[in-house]
């Protein structure tokens, strides 16, 4: 498995992934599916924002990816991004998130401008919440019935991991 800085040209491999949690899943609340020009608009904002999108790939194909972009948008929580991964049904529990999550707060760490890491996860997903838990993230907080997807109310657990940055 490689894991490395997606490429423009992942972008049809992510719209599928993002495309059949829409479709399937609780952890995106979207309804309809996206196009490929919504996917290249978040491509090129994270990359203005200097934020990561990493894919790991097994075998040339993209396995899943993960991204983080600042939580909220005002000045003052500049320091707190909200991270997502989402893998190919075909790669599940074969490490891939693992790897993929593993790099992505390699990469915060090594920016040195994220404090604070939050993953706001529908809380039946059970098993994100686990993948999480695994790399230091503590829940703290939930949110009761503030979704409502697929005829029925969803919940939200906040996890977070905190990196150590000096104020500036
Ligand atoms: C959650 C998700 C990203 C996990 O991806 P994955 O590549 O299968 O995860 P890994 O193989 O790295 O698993 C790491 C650990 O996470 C936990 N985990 C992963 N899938 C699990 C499952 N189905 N049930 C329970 N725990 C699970 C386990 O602790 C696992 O370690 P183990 O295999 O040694 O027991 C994947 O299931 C997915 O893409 N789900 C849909 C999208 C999603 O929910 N994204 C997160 C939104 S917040």
């Known amino acids: 498995?490689?894991?490395?800085?997606?490429?423009e040209a992942?972008?049809?491999?992510?719209?599928?992934?993002?495309?059949?949690n829409i479709a399937t899943s609780t952890a995106i609340w979207d309804y309809e599916q996206v196009g490929i020009e919504?996917?290249?608009?978040?491509f090129h904002d994270r990359?203005?924002?200097?934020?990561?999108?990493?894919?790991?790939?097994?075998?040339g194909a993209v396995a899943g990816y993960a991204s983080y972009g600042q939580w909220?948008?005002?000045i003052g929580y500049r320091y707190s991004?909200?991270?997502?991964?989402y893998v190919d049904e075909r790669f599940h529990r074969r490490g891939v998130a693992s790897a993929l999550l593993r790099?992505?707060?390699?990469?915060?760490?090594?920016?040195?401008?994220?404090?604070?890491?939050?993953a706001a996860i529908e809380t039946s997903n059970t098993a994100s919440i686990a993948l999480?838990?695994?790399?230091?993230?503590?829940?703290?907080?939930q949110l009761p019935e503030v979704g409502q997807k697929f005829g029925r109310w969803l919940d939200l657990t906040l996890m977070q991991l905190t990196i150590p940055v000096d104020i500036r």
């Open 10 to 20: 992942d972008l049809p491999a992510i719209l599928a992934i993002h495309n059949a």
């Open 81 to 85: 991004v909200e991270n997502s991964v």
């Open 1 to 7: 498995m490689l894991v490395r800085a997606a490429l």
């Open 103 to 118: 790099a992505l707060i390699e990469r915060a760490r090594a920016d040195g401008d994220v404090h604070a890491i939050i």
């Open 38 to 42: 919504e996917r290249t608009a978040w």
């Open 72 to 74: 909220r948008p005002k």
């Open 132 to 141: 999480h838990e695994r790399f230091g993230f503590t829940v703290v907080g």
């Open 47 to 59: 990359a203005a924002a200097r934020k990561p999108i990493l894919v790991a790939e097994i075998d």
